[in-house]
Every structure is written in structure tokens, then in C-alpha cells.
């Protein structure tokens, strides 16, 4: 019997921010099921700021890409059964076929056997996952050695990614200024136990208010944001500061390059390591990771929340109203 799925393409190519109607919804054919392989059924899917990004390498008529959580419900693979929840980037899809569920390109089927209990499988896309991955390597990889005492900011700080910084931030004793675009956003920070939280769009001076919270100036800089805001905190870093760029979601929309200041200059007499990167980098430290977040879940020492929209079809509005900045936490779509 041959199987349908439903898929969301580039419907049209984005000019600026995204629109409902840049997307569409179409039904699609899966391929046989071959021996070895796995038919699955989403559960729910991510969203996730990179996805502007990446999108400007996308034809009209490609699926949107991105992670799902889904349930396998057929296998012909010895290592999955029936029931087993999967994480997979299988795009915009409501089904799915994986014939090779071991093929490390682009991302190996990964099994969900590591969330604490009594905590939702949707945070294998969340803390859990490729979003917790990239708090947990961008701040203690690309800022090592992160010390007790140290002064951290991050912006876009109650997402899903710098929620998680500030509060492993925080576990190294470190003192972690959070900025967010809502008071809502700033009081949830609060309960994650930020030092300080900012509301960037209520202040007339980002210099004179990292003047007054950082006297001492910023050990470490995560940057989820790019832009002017950036162009401000680089002239706080202290000496030997560190900067781990993870996004840039300030210019995603843009339609012409923005130009900002030259940074060389600053780099060498601070000497600050400033360093971009890909989580994929730390595939194979992955599940070592999974451990050391999935421990400090079932201990309470990190905290999460989801912004969940339900509905397969929905998606472009979750990844919509995750670019204006609606979600406190991951952004989640919820298909079942």
C-alpha cells in the first residue's frame, strides 16, 4: 500500500521577514519502506532562529528544513520497534520515510532514551537537544575556561539556546547579565536566577546601562543577536574576553547587508577570541553532553519552558512568531 504524507515547501522565496503566504502545503508519495529502514509519524517539530538563515540557500518548492520528534509506526531495522521515539531531521513532514536510519549524513536517526522522567520527549528538541547542544558547547567550548566570578552576557536570553547559557553560566559562578525584548521575558529570566535582566527595548542606552551592570567590564560574550547591539558590548570586553557567536537573528530579515564597525583593531589590543561555529562540530560529544544537560534537568539546576503551537499546518506561523520574538523558551509545533 503506498503512503501519503503531507509536506510545507518555500512556496515563495522570502523577502524579509517571512509571510504566511511565502509557504504551502502539499501532499507527497513516501518511497517503499526497504529492509533496514523506518516509517515514522511526527509528533511535533522545531522551529529555530537558523532556519532564516539557512533558508536563503532554498529554491521555491523545497521543504522547509528542521528537526522533528516522531514515533516510529513500521520498522524493518533490528534497533527500533514500534513505539520508539526518534529525533530526525526530516524537514516540514508529517511522515517519513529512513532507510538507512544509521547513515551519519546529514544526521544519524537518534533514539530519545535520555529524558529524565517526568519531563516531555518534546525537550529531546529543546534543552535536551540541538538547542541545549549549542548553549552547552558554545559556552563551555568556545569560551573556555568559563570561571567562577566571571562577568557573561547574553542576549536573546530567554530563548532556547540563552536560557540555557545563563543558567549553566551560572552554575560556574559566574555573574550573568540577560537581555530579552519583553517583561514578560525579563521576569522569566529573573526566575531562572540572571544576576541582572534588561529590557533591551525599554532602555535609551545600551552603553550607559552595560556601564553601570558591568563596571568591571565582560569576561564573556554570547551573542545570539549580531547587529548594533554587538557593536556596543565588543567595548565592554574585558581583556582576553571571549565571544562565541552563535547567531545573528538581528540581521536574518535584512534585504541589504547592514555595515557595522571594524573589529580587528579592538581584537588585538583586548586580544579577545572571538569565534562562529556549528554545533554539528561536537557530533561525536553529543550524547556526553545529552548526559551532563539531562543531569542538571533532573537536578533543577536547569530550567526550561515551551511555547507550543498546535497543528502540523501551523508551522509557518511558529516560525514566524518565533522571528518576532512571541516565544519564552523553545518553540515547539505540535502535529498530533
Known amino acids: 500500500m503506498t503512503s501519503k504524507s503531507r509536506k510545507i515547501v518555500m512556496g515563495r522565496r522570502f523577502d ?40 536563503r540557500n532554498m529554491k521555491e518548492g523545497d521543504v522547509m ?18 513505539g520508539d521515539l526518534v529525533v530526525y531531521y526530516s524537514g ?27 519531563h516531555p520527549s518534546s525537550l529531546s528538541l529543546g534543552v535536551l537537544g540541538m538547542p541545549g547542544a549549542t548553549a552547552y558547547f558554545g559556552l563551555m567550548e568556545i569560551c573556555k575556561p568559563v570561571k567562577s566570578g566571571e562577568t557573561v552576557v547574553v542576549n536573546a536570553a530567554a530563548g532556547a539556546v540563552g536560557a540555557v547559557v545563563g543558567q549553566l553560566a551560572k552554575s560556574h559562578g559566574c555573574r550573568v547579565i540577560g537581555f530579552a525584548g519583553t517583561e514578560e521575558k525579563i521576569e522569566y529570566l529573573r526566575e531562572l536566577g540572571f544576576d541582572e535582566a534588561v529590557n533591551y527595548k525599554t532602555i535609551s542606552s545600551l552603553d550607559d ?31 582576553f ?25 579592538l581584537l588585538i ?47 509557518p506561523e511558529a516560525l514566524i512568531g518565533m522571528l518576532q520574538g512571541e516565544n519564552i523558551g523553545k518553540m515547539i509545533v505540535n502535529c498530533q
Open 16 to 55: 524579509g521577514m517571512p509571510l504566511v503566504t511565502d509557504f504551502a502545503l502539499q501532499e507527497e508519495t513516501l518511497p517503499p519502506l526497504q529492509d533496514g529502514g523506518v516509517l515514522c509519524e511526527t509528533v511535533c517539530l522545531s522551529v529555530d532562529p537558523y532556519m532564516r538563515s539557512y533558508s
Open 65 to 82: 528544513m528542521g528537526q522533528t520528534l516522531s514515533r516510529v509506526v513500521e520498522s524493518r531495522h533490528p534497533n527500533y520497534v514500534v
Open 92 to 118: 516540514w513532514r508529517d511522515q517519513y520515510v529512513v532507510n538507512n536510519p544509521d547513515d551519519p549524513l546529514p544526521w544519524p536517526l537518534q533514539k530519545v532514551n535520555f529524558i529524565p522522567e517526568d
Open 209 to 239: 546601562v552595560l556601564t553601570q551592570l558591568c563596571p568591571n567590564g565582560v569576561d564573556i560574550y554570547f551573542d545570539n543577536v549580531g547587529g548594533a547591539f554587538s557593536d556596543t558590548v565588543m567595548n565592554h570586553m574585558n581583556q
Open 241 to 265: 574576553g571571549r565571544v562565541s557567536v552563535c547567531g545573528c537573528i538581528s540581521q536574518y530579515n535584512n534585504t541589504t547587508p547592514s555595515i557595522g564597525p571594524r573589529l580587528q583593531g
Open 269 to 315: 589590543s583586548k586580544q579577545i577570541r572571538m569565534e562562529g561555529f556549528l554545533v554539528h562540530r561536537w557530533k561525536d560529544n553529543w550524547m556526553e553532553c545529552m548526559g551532563v544537560l539531562a543531569g542538571l534537568v533532573e537536578e533543577g539546576k536547569i530550567k526550561y519552558r515551551e511555547t507550543t503551537v498546535d497543528g502540523f499546518e501551523r508551522a
